[in-house]
T-cell receptor
């Protein structure tokens, strides 16, 4: 399993961009980078994923370094509702299933 | 519209009992999962079914038996409940490499 390293916690001011880093130096060529978040007392929520190229959707942007050993999730205009634990996960697809292993993640607090 | 739903939301029961948790997804996904989140908030995969076929079984005790009557449903039956089974159980579904959609969770408390 490719391991990921994330800071345990981060703070960000409301309205500013939140940049969440993730190191995955042992990632292999067939492994995707996924980001999920879990708001208190809710189920995890898929945010975005990527393989090599940077990705953007309505929730966030994912920047993957050229060597793929690290990535950054960007929430462009953070709101109080973005307060959650954010998980960076790297895994291959196995027979149509994603065997995601959740670490401790980064607890992001958005401050008013 | 609820994408992934679970019932019940809360379940309190005594040791030794048998209980079931139901999960349904209306996303048309082929793959469904059960995850367990313990008191330390670690999320661990338990099972995965693809088109009603078991493809991931993460060395879960055989007291846990998933059943998939069709690809929209994945139920979890637990026999002889133990104190250590207390956790939040999440159902999820996915299609290919796209992200997983998780249900709201079932908080199981074994007394």
């Amino acid at each position: 399993d490719a391991k990921t390293t994330q800071p345990p916690s981060m703070d960000c001011a409301e309205g500013r961009a939140a940049n969440l880093p993730c190191n995955h130096s042992t990632i292999s060529g067939n492994e995707y980078v996924y980001w999920y978040r879990q708001i208190h007392s809710q189920g995890p929520q898929y945010i975005i994923h990527g393989l090599k190229n940077n990705e953007t959707n309505e929730m966030a942007s994912l920047i993957i370094t050229e060597d793929r050993k690290s990535s950054t999730l960007i929430l462009p205009h953070a709101t109080l509702r973005d307060t959650a634990v954010y998980y960076c996960i790297v895994r291959p697809i196995i027979q149509g299933a994603q065997k995601l292993v959740f670490g401790q993640g980064t607890r992001l607090t958005i401050n008013p | 519209d609820t994408a992934v739903s679970q019932t019940p939301k809360y379940l309190v029961t005594q040791m030794g009992n048998d209980k079931s948790i139901k999960c349904e997804q209306n996303l048309g996904h082929d793959t469904m999962y059960w995850y367990k989140q313990d008191s330390k908030k670690f999320l661990k995969i338990m099972f995965s079914y693809n088109n009603k076929e078991l493809i991931i079984n993460e060395t879960v005790p055989n007291r846990f038996s998933p059943k998939s009557p069709d690809k929209a449903h994945l139920n979890l039956h637990i026999n002889s409940l133990e104190l250590g089974d207390s956790a939040v159980y999440f159902c999820a579904s996915s299609a290919g490499p796209l992200g997983k959609y998780f249900g709201p969770g079932t908080r199981l408390t074994v007394t």
